[in-house]
C-alpha cells in the first residue's frame, strides 16, 4: 500500500484532536473517580447539556461567543458542584454501586430535561472557529483541531498543577483514600468534593462547547463518555495523565483503523480494546495496582 | 508422622520476605499456637497453606499428601479450614445461612436436580441443617439463628466465623487471631470451646494469638516467628521464656 | 401478630408455610388465569410484555442480585436470544426447541463474557458488559446476511402443536407459564446449596473459598444461568415485536432492565418481578399522566427518560433496599402490629472507606 504523507498527517491530526476530546473527558472523570470514588456516568450529560446551554445563550439569548462560553462552563460548574451537594453526599459511605446507579440516574434526569426544554432537532453551533479551515503544505486541518489541542494542553497543565502543587489539591487526594482520617485531619471535605465536582463540570463544559462544532448540538453528544471509559481503561484509572495518554491512543487508533480496517470497525474498535485491557491489563498503561488483603 | 509438616517454607514479594526459610509440624490433636510481632509473617503462613499465596519455595505436606499447589477451593475438601483476621462473613445472610454455606463440600445435585428439588436435594438440605445443630449447641448460638449477622455483636460474629468453619467437618482447623477484640468472659469462653474442639470433635488447631494468657491456657506447643523465621519452638512455658523471644517480642 | 413456630426442620425450608400465604398464592394464580377473559385487550398485551420483562429480569437478578456481578449489558443476551430463536423458528423448528434453542444460544454467549468476567469485578466488569452490550448491537446491525441489519428481521408467528399462540391470549398464557417456570425454578436453585454459593461469591470471595466454593466457576455459572433466561426472555420478546431490529435491543433496554432489578431490590426474585411491574407500567401511566402537564412540550422520549432518572435517584437516595425492601417493612408493620417500632429500619451513617485498599 502506498503511503499517503498528506493523509498520515491529516489522520494524525484528527486523531489528535478527537482523542485529546476525549483525553478533557476522561480528565473529568478521573477527578471524580479521585476524590470521591464513583465512575460519574452523568459526565457525557453534562456536556451535552452544556452545549444545548450555549446554544441557546448565543441564538436565543443574542450573546456573543466569548461571553456566552464563560458563562455555560460556570453555569454547568455550578450545576456539577449542586449535583454533588444534593445527591452524592448523601450516598457517603455506600458500596461504590450506589453511586454509579445514582450517577446513572441523574444522567437521565439531565438528558430528559434537555430534551422537555428544546426538542429533538439537532442544531449547529455557532463557533469564532466553526467551518474554518488551515492549508499547511497540502494537509487542511480545521481550526478546531488546532484549537481543541491548544486547549487540552492548557487544561491539563493546569490540572497537573493544581492536584500536585496546591494543599486544596492535595486534600483532594487525601479525601479520596480514606475519608474519615481526612476528616479528622482537618481537611473540609465535603467542600473539597463539591469543588472537584465543579472542576470536573467545567471541563465537561469545555468539551461540549469544543466538541459541539464537528457533532452537532444534540443529545446523541454523551455518547462520547463511553468512548472516553475506553481512554481511561487503556492510559490508566488514577491520573490525568493516564487519561491523556488513553484518550490520544484511542483518537489516533480509531482514525486509523477507519483507513486501514473493513467498515464498521472504526466504530467499535474503543470498546473492544476498553474489554481486551481490562481483561489482560487491567491496570491500563500507566495506572496504579490495587489488592485487596485478607 | 506429623499431621501438617512445613518444609522449608519461604514467601517473597519481590525483595520483601514474608517467611523466610520455616520448618515446623504439627501433630494430630494438638493444639498449635504460633505467636510474634506483628508483620512476622504469621498470617502468610496461614494464606500460604490456604492457597491464598503460593509459596516461592518449600513445600506443605497434610496427612502425608502435598498440598502445596492445591487450588484454593480444594483446601476444605482436604479437611482444612480457617478463620480470618478481619471476620469474613457473610454480612447480609442469618448465621443459619452462614453455617449452611460451611456445608458446601457436602452439597448433592447439580443444576437441574436442585432446579427441580427432587427428593434427594431436600433431604440433603435438612441433613446440612441437622448437622449444623451440633455446631450451634456446642457454641451456645441458639440465639442468634436467624439473626443476620451484620446486627450481631462482635465477639458472637468471631463465634459464628468459627462455626462457620467447624461445618466443613475438618480435620485441622487454623484459627487467625480468635481472641482479638474478645474481653476477659469471652476469652475465657474462647479457651474451653478451644478445648472442646480439639477433645470431642477431634480436631487438630493452629492459632495466631497475640494474647499470651490464652495462649498459656490452651496451647500445647508454642512456635514464636519474627521476620519470616522461626524464633522458638517448645512449650508456652519454654517460649515465653525464651531470651529472643523476649527480646524480640514480650519485652522484659 | 404472627408468631413463627417450628416442629421440623423442613418447617422453615417449606415455601408456603401459613394459611394466608396459601390463600394469596392461589388468588393471584385465579386471577392471573382468567384475566384474559376479564380485560379489554390492549391490557393483555401490556400484561404478556410484563411477563416477558419480569422473566428477563429474574434472569438479571440471579446475576447482579445474588452473585453480585454487575452487568450494563443484559439486552445484548436478550437480543441474541430473540435473534437466534427468530432464524431458528423460521427454519420450521417447533416452538419450544426453538425458544430453548435460543436460551441455550444465549448461554454459551454468556461463557464467553463469564470466563473474562471472573478477571474483572465491580466497575470494571460493568464497563466490560456495557462495551459487549454496544459491540452485539454493531454486529447485529451490520451481520445483514444473517439478522437483516437494520432494517430487521420479521419473525414467523408462534404455534404449538398446531394450535397458535400469535393471538393475544395465547400470546399471554404463552408468557405467563415461561415466567411461572422461570420463577419456581430459580427459586428452587436459590434456596439450595448453588444458591447460597451464589451469595458467598457475592459477600465474600475469601470466606467462599476457603468453605470449597470454587468462585470462577460459580461466576460462570452465574453468567450461565442468568443469560439463558435472558435468552428465553428475548424469544419471547421476539414475537412481542414481531420485527427484530438492533435498536430494540440497544443500551436503553440494558439500563431499564438494570433498572428493574435495582429498583425491585437487589438480592430477591420478588424485587424483581416489582421492579418489571414499575418499570413496564411506567411509560403507561406517564402517557395517561401527560395530557395533565403544563405546556406539554408533547415529548414522550424526554418525560419518559426524566421520569426513569427520578425514580431511580428516589429510590437510591431513600429506599436503597428497593421495591422489596419497602414491601418487607411493610410485611414487618402487619405483622408485628401493635408492636412495630418507628425505628426498625433505620440506618446508621457511614463514611467512604476507598474500596481501591481494602
Known sequence: MPVDFAQIVQLIVNGVAIGSIYALVAAGLVMTYKATEVLNFAHGDLLMASAFVCWGLITLAGWPFWLAAPATIAAIALLAALIDMLAMRRIVGQPQFAGVMLTIAVGFMLRGAVSLTFGPDARNLPTPWS???????????????????????????????????????????????????????????????????????????????????????????WHVVLKSLAALVLGGFGSIAGALVGGIGIGLIEQFAGVYMPDGVKDIVAYVILIVMLIVWPRGLLGEAHGRRV | MSL????????????????????????????????????????????????????????????????????????????????????????????????????????????????????????AERADRDAIETIINVLE??????????????????????????????????????????????????????????????????????????????????????????????????????PDVVAAYLGA | ??????????????????????????????????????????????????????????????????????????????????????????????????????????????????????????????????????????????????????????????????????????????????LVLVFIGLVNVLRSSIGRAFEGVRDSEAAAYSLGVSVPAYKIGAFVLSSGVLGLAGGLMAHHVQHLTPEGFGLILSLELVLMVVIG???????????????????????????????????????EIFIYGLILLLFVLFEPTGLNGRWLKLKALVTHFPLYRRDTFKRTKTYMKSERYR
Not at chain 1, 481550526?143 to 486544596?168: H, P
Open chain 3, 265 to 303: 431490590g437487589l438480592g430477591s426474585l420478588r424485587g424483581a418481578i416489582l421492579g418489571a411491574i414499575l418499570i413496564g407500567f411506567l411509560p403507561r401511566i406517564i402517557s395517561m399522566v401527560k395530557p395533565l402537564l403544563p405546556g406539554a412540550s408533547g415529548q414522550q422520549f424526554g418525560l
Open chain 1, 131 to 221: 467551518g474554518q479551515t488551515t492549508r499547511i503544505s497540502g494537509v487542511v486541518l480545521t481550526n478546531l483541531s488546532f484549537v481543541i489541542i491548544a486547549a487540552t494542553l492548557l487544561v491539563t497543565l493546569a490540572l497537573f498543577a493544581f492536584l500536585g502543587r496546591t494543599r486544596i489539591g492535595i486534600s483532594v487526594q487525601a479525601a479520596s483514600q480514606n475519608q474519615l482520617a481526612a476528616y479528622l485531619s482537618g481537611i473540609r471535605v465535603k467542600w473539597v468534593n463539591s469543588l472537584v465536582w465543579a472542576i470536573a463540570g467545567a471541563l465537561a463544559a469545555l468539551c461540549g462547547i469544543l466538541l459541539a462544532p464537528t457533532a452537532l448540538v444534540d443529545i446523541s453528544l
Open chain 3, 1 to 178: 401478630m404472627r408468631f413463627h413456630y417450628e416442629t421440623d426442620y423442613g418447617d422453615s425450608q417449606r415455601l408456603l408455610r401459613y394459611a394466608g400465604d396459601w390463600i394469596a398464592w392461589l388468588a393471584l394464580a385465579v386471577a392471573l388465569l382468567v384475566a384474559p377473559f376479564v380485560l379489554p385487550r390492549f391490557m393483555i398485551g401490556e400484561l404478556s410484555y410484563i411477563f416477558i420483562l419480569a422473566t428477563a429480569s429474574l434472569g438479571l437478578m440471579v446475576l447482579m442480585g445474588y452473585t453480585g456481578q454487575v452487568s450494563l449489558g443484559p439486552a445484548a443476551f436478550v437480543a441474541i436470544g430473540a435473534y437466534v430463536h427468530a432464524v431458528v423458528l423460521s427454519m420450521g423448528v417447533p416452538l419450544p426447541l426453538s425458544l430453548l434453542g435460543g436460551s441455550l444460544a444465549t448461554a454459551v454467549a454468556g461463557v464467553i463474557v463469564g470466563v473474562p468476567a471472573i478477571r474483572v469485578s465491580g466497575l470494571y466488569l460493568a464497563m466490560v458488559t456495557m462495551a459487549f452490550s454496544i459491540i452485539v448491537e454493531h454486529i447485529i446491525g451490520r451481520w445483514k446476511s444473517v439478522t437483516g441489519g437494520h432494517t430487521g428481521l420479521p419473525v414467523p408467528d408462534a404455534a404449538l402443536f398446531g394450535y397458535s399462540l400469535a393471538g393475544p391470549k395465547g400470546f399471554y398464557y404463552l408468557c405467563l407459564a415461561v
Open chain 2, 141 to 242: 448460638l441458639s440465639p442468634y439463628r436467624t439473626v443476620p449477622v451484620s446486627e450481631l455483636p462482635y465477639g458472637v460474629r468471631k463465634i459464628v466465623e468459627i462455626g462457620r468453619a467447624l461445618a466443613i467437618d475438618p480435620t485441622l482447623i487454623l484459627l487467625d487471631e480468635p481472641a482479638s477484640g474478645l474481653n476477659p468472659e469471652e476469652t475465657r469462653d474462647l479457651s474451653f470451646w478451644i478445648e472442646d474442639i480439639r477433645a470431642d470433635l477431634d480436631v487438630t488447631v493452629i492459632m495466631v494469638e497475640h494474647d499470651m494468657s490464652l495462649v498459656a491456657d490452651v496451647a500445647d506447643r508454642v512456635l514464636c516467628m519474627n521476620l519470616g523465621r522461626v524464633l522458638a519452638t517448645g512449650t508456652a512455658a519454654e517460649v515465653q521464656s525464651h
Open chain 2, 4 to 123: 501438617l509438616q512445613v518444609e522449608n517454607l519461604a514467601l517473597h514479594f519481590g525483595g520483601l520476605k514474608a517467611i523466610d526459610d520455616l520448618s515446623f509440624g504439627v501433630e494430630k490433636g494438638e493444639v498449635f499456637a504460633i505467636i510474634g510481632p506483628n508483620g512476622a509473617g504469621k498470617t502468610s503462613v496461614f494464606n500460604v497453606i490456604t492457597r491464598i499465596f503460593s509459596p516461592t519455595e518449600g513445600r506443605i505436606l497434610f496427612d502425608g499428601r502435598d498440598i502445596t499447589r492445591l487450588p484454593r477451593e480444594a483446601i476444605a475438601g482436604a479437611r482444612i479450614a480457617r478463620t480470618f483476621q478481619n471476620i469474613e462473613l457473610f454480612e447480609k445472610a442469618t448465621v443459619l445461612d452462614n453455617l449452611l454455606l460451611g456445608r458446601h463440600r457436602f452439597a448433592r445435585g447439580g443444576f437441574v436436580a436442585q432446579m427441580l428439588r427432587l427428593p434427594h436435594v431436600a433431604a
